[in-house]
């Protein structure tokens, strides 16, 4: 069965600073896709940064990069220069290119303190 | 990028009647919609694929005949609880597939449901 894993329910960091965020997966396929949503209290999940399973550099959108290790099956996020609009749900997710189903990670509620 | 919007924003209802969701892909057409639900703190669960012109697909554990999924056209699909319960508040979120560089989902605002 196809699982992924988020180890920190909540974390809070210091504005400024960088944070990251653990996601781990399980899967036996080879070809997938990792992606990263913020959900804020509003409600909507926002697309932050999608990682190809056969992409050999990591993805990295604005202050938000994608620390990768396919070998550890870990797909990290990391949030530079945190900003007090960071304070959200961050759901990591898991898609394979023959289905359709998106995998979702347990979340982690993510403070940014000023 | 893609725009999904979804119609109601939230819905308060009596125990017993029946509500309609509308989910709309406004500027690309889907041919694929997923409906999520989603309780407080928890993650996204999927419970329907649903393909335009053809009936959806649902999860193990969707009762089929409580939640009806209709994808009427390439941008609209609509979820309709019937006889709601208190135990079906909860907070609905649709998405809509498109394919591209990225092939990925753009979710909707989502739907908060609240049965009395």
């Known amino acids: 069965a196809q699982k992924i894993t988020q180890t920190q329910p909540g974390m809070f960091v210091q504005e400024k600073e960088a944070v990251t965020l653990d996601c781990t997966y399980d899967?036996?396929?080879?070809?997938?896709?990792l992606f990263w949503y913020k959900q804020p209290s509003s409600g909507e999940m926002i697309f932050l940064i999608y990682?190809?399973?056969?992409?050999?550099q990591n993805a990295t959108e604005g202050r938000y990069s994608l620390n990768f290790q396919k070998a550890r099956k870990s797909a990290n996020l990391v949030i530079s220069a945190s900003q007090l609009g960071d304070s959200a749900m961050y759901f990591c997710a898991m898609r394979f290119l023959t289905g359709n189903q998106f995998y979702f990670g347990t979340g982690t509620s993510l403070t940014v303190i000023p | 990028g893609a725009v999904v919007s979804q119609h109601p924003s939230w819905v308060i209802c009596k125990s017993g009647t029946s509500v309609k969701i509308e989910c709309r892909s406004l500027d690309f057409q889907a041919t694929t919609m997923f409906w999520y639900r989603q309780f407080p703190k928890q993650s996204l669960m999927l419970m329907a694929t649903?393909?335009?012109?053809?009936?959806?697909?649902?999860e193990q554990g969707v009762e089929k005949d409580k939640f009806l999924i209709n994808h009427a056209s390439l941008t609209l699909s609509t979820l309709t609880v019937t006889s709601a319960h208190p135990e079906d508040s909860s907070f609905y979120i649709c998405s809509a597939r498109t394919s591209g560089r990225v092939d990925e989902q753009f979710f909707g605002p989502g739907t908060r449901l609240t049965v009395l």
């Open positions: 649903s393909n335009e012109g053809s009936k959806a697909t649902y």
């Open positions: 990682q190809g399973s056969y992409d050999e």
């Open positions: 899967t036996s396929d080879q070809s997938y896709g």
